[in-house]
Structures are given as structure tokens and as C-alpha cells.
């Protein structure tokens, strides 16, 4: 055998793959000796489930909810085209401050009606 | 890009995450199998082998420096580890009667093929004594890079050289003498 052969047969050796079960083996055996406790990992698909459901509940039992978006909606528009038909001063900037005041505690108010 | 990557696997695992360390795993554990099994060359125990010398890895990871690369460090730890398993339980001798006892109980000559001729070469390295048998495994495993080849053994250049020119030496002696075995078990049985 010369010399060329052995460096041939020396440097075409099979690659030999992992069994499928040895990344487990190893991160079990880690585990064991790891000084840190587990982290416990959020509980991400309980929390979309519950925050599905009750979603589904408040739509279906509670349609006053969808009232109070519209009265919403409509305080909005009034608010918007009481500033179109005003004039710029610093009287009528005191009035619509107190108007947009009175108008959310209002809206508060007829929220908190319609809610319970 | 991929050693950037072991170190911010390794600063993840040394801040306590170990899902980082199963990313190292799973890049690794070819290599260290590989490694483990030319030494060994049996694959069960090259995978035992493999997973006591992750568990070092993990043991010692806080020890690591980044004055080498990440790769050299973990088969210098996995060689340590290798080295001492083989030292409890070395692989059995090769010798010419391993020739002999080829599968199918037929005459040598006609099994020996290729295959079985490469093989036997590679169970003759794995037998050589420790100080060039480390040396020629390593250089050839790390596709004859001389200076990781020394680095990982911790050994410098020219040491590492003139154990690799022995253990090669050694090598084809004994191939030769298992060739020449061959034939004298030929004219027996022609």
C-alpha cells in the first residue's frame, strides 16, 4: 500500500448521521445538570382561547355594546361639525373645550347607562 | 457567520437558556459522533461517547474563551473526553488474523475488496498508540489542517508534524506486514 492510498482511504471515511432520538438524549441529560430551573413558558394558547371566547360572549350577550360604538360614531360626527361652523378665537376655543368636556362626560355617563 | 452564531448560543446558554444549547447540539453532534467513531469504530458506543462529551461541553462552557474558535475548543474537549474512554476500553488489536476472519468464510483473496481493505486501515489507526493515533485521526478528520490539527491537541506545529509523519510511518508498516500476511495466506490456501 503506498502512501497516496493511505491518505485516500484516510481522508474518504462515511459520514455517519445522529440516531434521531440523540438531541433528546443529550438535552435530557443536560437538563439534569443544569442549575437553572426550567422556564416556565407562557400559556399562549389558553390565553388566545379564553380571550376568543369571552369575545364571542360579550358580542353575543351583551349587544348594548355595539349601541354605545354607535352613539360613539354620532358624538364624533357632532363634535366634528360643531369645529367646521366655528369661528377661531379665544372665547369660542374656551367654548369648544368646555363642549368637548360636557360632550365625553356625556358619553361616559351614557356608557356607563348602557353597560350597567 | 455560523461561529458568531455558537457564541451567541453560548452567551444565551451562560445567561440560563438552554433551549441554545440544544441549537449547538443539533450542529455538532455530527462532528463529535464522526470524531467519536474513528476512534471507537463501533456507532453505538460513538454516540454514547458523543453525548458524555456534550455533557462536558455543557459542564465547562463557562470556562470557554473566545481566544480560540468555538469549534477547536469543543473538540479539544471532546478529545480529552475520547481519549481517556479509549484509554479505559481500547478497541480490540488489529492484526492479520482479522484478514483471515473475513465474513463468509470464504478465502480471503476473494473478500478482499476495497471496502474491507479501507476499513481495516482505519481500525489499524485506531489502534495505533495514543500520541500518533490522536494526531493522525485529528488531522485527517479536520481535512489535514495542520495548525487546528496542533491547536485542538494542544500540541505546537512541529510536534504535531513529527507525531503525524511517525504515526503514518507506523501505519503503512503495518499494512504492509498485514499485505504481506495476505499473501502468505493466499500460498496456503492456493
Known amino acids: ?116 | 457567520m455560523a461561529e458568531e452564531q455558537d457564541l451567541e448560543n453560548v452567551r444565551r446558554v451562560l445567561g440560563g437558556d438552554l433551549a441554545a444549547f440544544e441549537d449547538i447540539v443539533r450542529r455538532w453532534q455530527g462532528p463529535l459522533i464522526n470524531l467519536a467513531f474513528r476512534f471507537c469504530r463501533d456507532r453505538p458506543r460513538a454516540e454514547e461517547m458523543a453525548q458524555d462529551a456534550f455533557v462536558q461541553i455543557y459542564r465547562n462552557l463557562e470556562k470557554f474563551r473566545a481566544d480560540s474558535a468555538f469549534s477547536t475548543w469543543i473538540f479539544a474537549v471532546s478529545l480529552n473526553l475520547y481519549r481517556s474512554v479509549m484509554r479505559r476500553k481500547p478497541p480490540p488489536a488489529e492484526s492479520i488474523d482479522c484478514v483471515a476472519e473475513l465474513p463468509g468464510g470464504q478465502m480471503p483473496h476473494l473478500q478482499l475488496e476495497q471496502n474491507e481493505r479501507d476499513e481495516m486501515v482505519r481500525r489499524s489507526v485506531a489502534s495505533l498508540p495514543a500520541r500518533y493515533r490522536d494526531v493522525v485521526i485529528v488531522f485527517y478528520f479536520r481535512e489535514k489542517d495542520l495548525r487546528e490539527t496542533a491547536a485542538i491537541l494542544g500540541l505546537s506545529e512541529g510536534t504535531a508534524k513529527a507525531r503525524l509523519h511517525r504515526g503514518r510511518e507506523l501505519l503503512k508498516r503495518k499494512m504492509d506486514a498485514g499485505s504481506s500476511g495476505v499473501a502468505a495466506v493466499r500460498e496456503v490456501y492456493l
Open chain 1, 1 to 116: 500500500m503506498n502512501s497516496d492510498d493511505l491518505e485516500q482511504t484516510l481522508l474518504s471515511e462515511k459520514q455517519i448521521e445522529a440516531s434521531s432520538t440523540f438531541t433528546r438524549n443529550v438535552m435530557l441529560r443536560v437538563r439534569d445538570e443544569s442549575p437553572y430551573p426550567r422556564a416556565i413558558p407562557f400559556p399562549w394558547i389558553p390565553f388566545a382561547a379564553t380571550a376568543l371566547i369571552l369575545m364571542l360572549v360579550t358580542v353575543l350577550h351583551f349587544p348594548a355594546a355595539s349601541y354605545a360604538g354607535a352613539m360613539n360614531a354620532a358624538a364624533c360626527a357632532i363634535g366634528q361639525w360643531i369645529v367646521a361652523h366655528s369661528a377661531i378665537g379665544p372665547g369660542n376655543a374656551l367654548l369648544s373645550g368646555l363642549a368637548a368636556l360636557l360632550g365625553t362626560l356625556f358619553l361616559v355617563k351614557v356608557s356607563i347607562s348602557v353597560s350597567g
